[in-house]
């Protein structure tokens, strides 16, 4: 295996805890949410509106598209972190939830 693949296998391993500890998460909080694909989960909301979170292999980020805008946070420190802000993705993902769905989740 070559560096890049190595590199490509941890990322996609990393993000995959990360997005089933966010579909644990959503469950727990009763909320509706689909997984249309590998690697997406997209969160319906009360009012119809949805947040959508992918893996993206190509940047080697998770992104997060929601009414306030769209996040990319890559792997630092054994966490997730908004490449603009410097916020962690569960900490941003649980405020995007309450502003958009007035919802609180525990991540």
């Not at 995959?16 to 694909?37: K, V």
């Not at 590998?38 to 009360?46: F, K, R």
């Given at each position: 295996?070559?560096?890049?693949?190595?590199?490509?296998?941890?990322?996609?391993q990393?993000?995959?805890?990360?997005?089933?500890?966010?579909?644990?998460?959503?469950?727990?909080?009763?909320?509706?949410?689909?997984?249309?694909?590998?690697?997406?989960?997209?969160?319906?909301?009360?009012?119809?509106?949805?947040?959508?979170i992918?893996?993206?292999?190509?940047?080697?980020?998770?992104?997060?598209?929601?009414?306030?805008?769209?996040?990319?946070?890559?792997?630092?420190?054994?966490?997730?972190?908004?490449?603009?802000?410097?916020?962690?993705?569960?900490?941003?993902?649980?405020?995007?939830?309450?502003?958009?769905?007035?919802?609180?989740?525990?991540?």
């Open positions: 295996m070559t560096g890049i693949d190595s590199g490509e296998a941890e990322f996609n990393a993000a995959n805890a990360a997005l089933a500890h966010i579909e644990q998460a959503l469950e727990d909080a009763d909320l509706d949410f689909e997984t249309p694909a590998d690697g997406i989960i997209e969160v319906e909301l009360d009012d119809g509106s949805k947040i959508i992918n893996r993206h292999g190509v940047a080697r980020e998770i992104w997060v598209a929601a009414r306030s805008g769209g996040f990319h946070f890559r792997p630092q420190a054994g966490g997730w972190v908004d490449t603009k802000g410097g916020e962690p993705l569960y900490d941003k993902l649980a405020a995007l939830i309450a502003a958009q769905g007035g919802v609180m989740v525990r991540f």
